[in-house]
């Protein structure tokens, strides 16, 4: 029996054995034929390990090196693909393509990083480092306020719209087609500033409060004045009286203000402020230590060609029915060179969004029950420190700031760390309290507590609630309704908020469905291990202002990331200060004129600018008060060198500076460019280098060895901030150690460069927080610790060859402009698409539009060149997208070539009438000269899975010459609202 029972046993195992031999390759197939090459059929039952005999080969080294290393997933191209595209562009390596293309003049040598950082985190590292720095941060309670509050993020937001890639990788929608749910979203947010400050229009968002003040400032024909309301310090005063006054002598009024507090105030424009400004923050976007967040501009329909940043507006498509799009983008500050009033471009998109998300979570009721309950928590503090007789409550009336006189009022903010909790100490005997949303009746208790000198007060803060009255003036008190559209009142469960949120999300292509290969924009792989420390509490809870000891793993951070980006750009000292890349170029110019103003020499205002640069250059020269001087290109798109030296020489006494971009606007590493920054310097003036273009430099050269003394980076580009939609951003600026004293500081605590320099003698403020938009820098950091040198130097290098690859595919089929000395292109590239207009009456709009029946968004439009496209890969693209995007437009140029040939009409053809969505597609009636199908699916990829626009094509015009920008009750979306509700 047991004998028997062994044989069975024995016979079951040789079976076994047989099976696991058959996995092998050389065993023939058992019926599994279908399977792909290589794949592995599913293993049988194993035996119990003793019994295999191994083969005894030996264990590589590099089978064991950690398998989430971060560079191969970021990089692209694979070995192999990298040397069969080289060889596409005619050359043997990779690198012998990088030789041709970058001279050898200003080719750096190879860059190291200190320390861990050289060899790069992976993946797991990267997020217990990030852990380790989080821990190292205490996010107390902040009772500071000064423009900052603990806001509860609604989870449904955090979780489907800002940790959302579906959300935060979307490009800025300038194709208004592919991008009517941000719109939509967008124009919520303009209409919830518009509604809560009684003013008619507002921008879909700005840098930050401090900067908005500064714009709106800007604005006035007559220097206006600004008034807080309610003031930083709680006061809640009645302006209406001052303002007649401002306004009986022609001078306008500008009010800084507080969304929370205007649902029971009454608005700045009932008070007649002429401009409403503020921040969006409290409006379930979190802190930050700083940033990012939206802040906003209000204001009457008389300054609309003067207001900075974009507006959202209402207009129609081809087909007649209403469609969102940007307006008046010809009206963008930027596009006005030198004579523009603002130079802001990138904004605060997402964030944008996600306050007006927490509105219509809200609703006008939601939202004035917050601001009740934040009054009331107020009030019953004043209300309990008065019982306590211990210190003086201002009297003045308040929304949710008490102000409060003390003996001692350091001694109290102490006390009050020893609770986690901090307060603001005005003076050696003032103090500041701010409620917000976060606050409890039990931390109520807690301050009584802290004011009592640490002792326990014989009342709680709820046995008081009886007693307490707002303290708001009648006068003062707001009457008339706001947020009364259907939107902010129908989605106030969480499947209403969930589904609408996924609802606007899939109307808009982002980096989730395909490439998005924006010229200068650098739209590359956002990675999630990037993303995910942004949303870590003891990161996203922070106030600016709260102790620096609080902040340790903020300030680790901070240096190493100022270090590493010095190493990176070849200068000594960095500022983390300006929020996005035209506020760093103002800080920049800033700098240098704060330098030369050291040096005595005040008189030096001419800036330099090519008339290639971008639009951001002469703009932020002009809000710095400089002198404009364009100079020209030549044929091949390089500055026109002679024409810079006259230049040069001839304001040689009073020349400032010179803005440069390198590799230049049209994608070519001029070979001049270090003569370039010789001229300039000669001639007593400084070198500005715009930094948007570092992905063709990092680890090859960059802006400090090629000669340059100070430069920004686009984090939001480069270095992988997602955009957001339009922002957020970080625009940091480095300098040479000559100009590092001058890098901007900020009055609340004082900052500088990191490396901070010895002695310093800073050129003033540039944001409100003093290292700008802290809650993404994480973002950066992370991707430069992974990447490590020599996967940053590779990113570079693949980003050169993918634009080169790229390009060989296309100019078989359209004229390539620019190139360097021996035929390649940097890390973009521009097609020619100004001779269609003759042979086709194609305009590179028509075909921006087709792209999208192909499930692409269009590359950067007619700029540096109208009647072009510029194409830039970034590295992080595979072969098989390149591929895909260059054989749409190759499709795309058969289209035409049937126009050309007459087979299709001119004026009734696929590239006329892009995009087709499937309203028109699947109308009963169709009269157009080609197949629906076709119209449809030209590409065999989309049969599977086709990205859909959801309108004809926008009707920018008839937009602009009626000009709506809020929610128009009855109008079609509030029309399409109701029919939801119904
Ligand atoms: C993007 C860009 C800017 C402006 O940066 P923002 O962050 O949008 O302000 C400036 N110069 C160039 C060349 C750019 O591409
Ligand atoms: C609380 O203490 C104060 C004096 O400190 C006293 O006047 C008051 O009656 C006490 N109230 C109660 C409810 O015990």
Redesign the pocket.
């Known amino acids: 029996m047991e004998r028997a029972r062994r044989l069975a046993n024995r016979a079951l195992l040789r079976r076994l054995l047989a099976a696991a031999t058959a996995e092998s390759p050389a065993a023939p197939s058992r019926g599994i034929s279908t399977l792909a090459k290589g794949s592995r059929p599913r293993a049988p039952p194993r035996p119990a390990p003793h019994q295999y005999t191994t083969g005894r080969r030996p264990v590589s080294a590099s089978a064991l090196q950690p398998s989430d290393t971060f560079p191969r997933r970021h990089n692209s191209a694979t070995p192999a693909e990298q040397a069969a595209m080289a060889s596409e562009c005619g050359f043997g390596t990779v690198d012998a393509l990088i030789d041709a293309t970058v001279p050898a003049a200003i080719r750096a040598p190879e860059m190291r990083f200190s320390g861990r950082f050289d060899a790069g985190f992976t993946e797991s590292e990267m997020i217990e480092h990030m852990q380790r720095l989080a821990a190292m941060n205490r996010a107390y309670k902040s009772f500071i306020g000064m423009g900052y509050y603990n806001t509860h993020v609604p989870a449904v937001i955090l979780r489907n719209l800002m940790e959302n890639p579906a959300w935060y990788t979307q490009y800025t929608p300038y194709q208004a087609e592919i991008a009517q749910g941000r719109l939509e979203s967008l124009l919520n947010y303009q209409t919830m500033v518009a509604d809560l400050t009684g003013l008619p229009m507002s921008n879909a968002s700005l840098l930050d409060e401090a900067t908005a003040a500064a714009e709106a400032m800007a604005i006035g024909d007559v220097c206006g004045v600004l008034v807080q309301y309610p003031g930083t310090e709680g006061e809640v005063l009645d302006y209406a009286e001052f303002v007649r006054d401002a306004h009986a002598h022609g001078v306008k009024v500008v009010m800084a203000t507080d969304l929370l507090a205007l649902t029971s105030l009454r608005p700045p424009g009932e008070i007649g402020a002429d401009i409403a400004v503020g921040s969006a923050q409290r409006f379930g976007v979190p802190m930050g230590y700083g940033g990012p967040h939206a802040a906003f501009l209000a204001t009457s329909q008389e300054y609309k060609r003067l207001m900075p940043g974009r507006i959202i507006g209402v207009s129609v498509d081809s087909s007649g029915k209403p469609a969102l799009r940007m307006a008046m983008q010809t009206r963008e500050q930027h596009i006005r060179r030198d004579k523009a009033t603002s130079n ?3 904004a605060q998109a997402l964030l944008a969004n996600m306050a007006a998300m927490y509105a219509v979570y809200h609703g006008p009721e939601g939202l004035k029950a917050i601001a009740d309950r934040v009054h009331g928590l107020a009030g019953t503090f004043a209300h309990g420190l008065k019982k306590l007789g211990t210190v003086t409550v201002q009297e003045l009336p308040f929304f949710d700031t008490v102000k409060v006189k003390v003996a001692d009022a350091n001694a109290i903010a102490q006390e009050a760390c020893k609770n986690e909790m901090n307060l603001r100490v005005v003076d050696a005997t003032t103090i500041t309290v701010a409620f917000d949303e976060t606050t409890t009746l039990e931390d109520v208790d807690k301050l009584f507590k802290v004011f009592n000198g640490g002792k326990p007060v014989n009342f709680t803060a709820e046995s008081l609630v009886s007693e307490v009255s707002s303290s708001i003036p009648s006068s003062l008190v707001r009457k008339s309704p706001y947020l009364t559209h259907p939107i902010f009142n129908m989605y106030h469960t969480e499947h209403e908020l969930l589904r609408y949120l996924h609802k606007l999300q899939s109307k808009d292509l982002s980096l989730c469905h395909s490439m998005i290969p924006l010229g ?2 650098t739209m590359k792989l956002n990675a999630t291990v990037e993303m995910m420390p942004v949303t870590y509490p003891n990161f996203a809870n922070m106030h600016p202002f709260a102790p620096t000891d609080q902040a340790a793993g903020y300030h680790e951070m901070f240096d190493d990331l100022g270090d590493l980006l010095c190493k990176i750009t070849g200068f000594d000292s960095f500022s983390l200060q300006p929020n ?4 760093g ?1 103002y800080a920049g110019l800033m700098v240098i004129r704060a330098y030369h103003r050291a040096r005595g020499d005040y008189h030096r205002d001419v800036c330099i600018i090519p008339v290639s640069a ?1 639009g ?2 002469p703009a932020s020269a002009a809000m710095c008060g400089m002198k404009i001087v364009a100079v020209g290109t030549d044929s091949k798109g390089n500055i026109n060198i002679e024409e810079l030296r006259k230049a040069a020489e001839a304001n040689k006494d009073n020349l400032a500076a010179l803005m440069v ?1 390198y590799p230049s ?1 049209h994608g070519v590493y001029e070979e001049g460019i270090d003569e370039i920054c010789m001229i300039i310097h000669e001639n007593g003036g400084q070198v500005y280098m ?1 930094g ?2 570092m992905n063709a430099q990092v680890g090859l050269t960059s802006p400090g060895f090629i000669g340059a003394d100070v430069c920004h980076l ?1 984090l ?2 480069t270095f992988c901030i997602p955009h957001g939609g339009g922002g957020p ?1 970080m ?1 940091p600026i480095g300098v040479k150690k000559h100009l590092a004293p001058f890098l901007p500081s900020h009055p609340v605590i004082t900052t500088g460069g990191f490396p901070l320099p010895e002695k310093t003698d800073p050129l003033g403020t540039i944001s409100a927080a003093p290292w700008g938009s802290a809650l993404i820098l994480p973002i950066s950091y992370t991707y430069i610790a992974m990447m490590g040198s020599k996967g940053l130097t590779d990113a570079s290098k693949i980003a050169i060859l993918n634009a080169n690859y790229m390009t060989k595919r296309l100019e078989k089929h359209y004229p390539v402009l620019f190139r360097g000395v021996n035929g390649t292109v940097a890390h973009e590239f521009i097609i020619d698409l100004r001779g269609f207009k003759t042979t086709a009456g194609i305009e590179p709009e028509d075909v921006a539009k087709r792209l999208m029946d192909y499930g692409f968004h269009a590359p950067t439009m007619s700029w540096p060149v109208p009647g072009t496209l510029m194409i830039e890969p970034t590295e992080s693209e595979s072969k098989a997208e390149l591929d895909r995007f260059c054989d749409a437009l190759i499709s795309i140029r058969e289209e035409i070539a049937e126009i050309e040939s007459g087979k299709a009409d001119v004026n009734n053809n696929v590239l006329k009438s892009a995009p087709h969505p499937p309203q028109l597609l699947m109308s009963d009636s169709w009269t157009k000269p080609y197949s629906r199908e076709y119209a449809a699916f030209p590409a065999a990829w989309l049969r599977g899975a086709k990205f859909w626009p959801t309108t004809c094509r926008v009707d920018n015009v008839y937009g602009d010459r009626n000009l709506i920008c809020t929610l128009q009750q009855g109008s079609q979306v509030a029309e399409e609202a109701a029919a939801a509700t119904a």
């Open positions: 802001i471009c990138t200068s924009c996005a890349g035209a506020s170029e971008h951001t250059n971009t606007t715009d948007a273009n686009n939001h580009k951003g625009g």
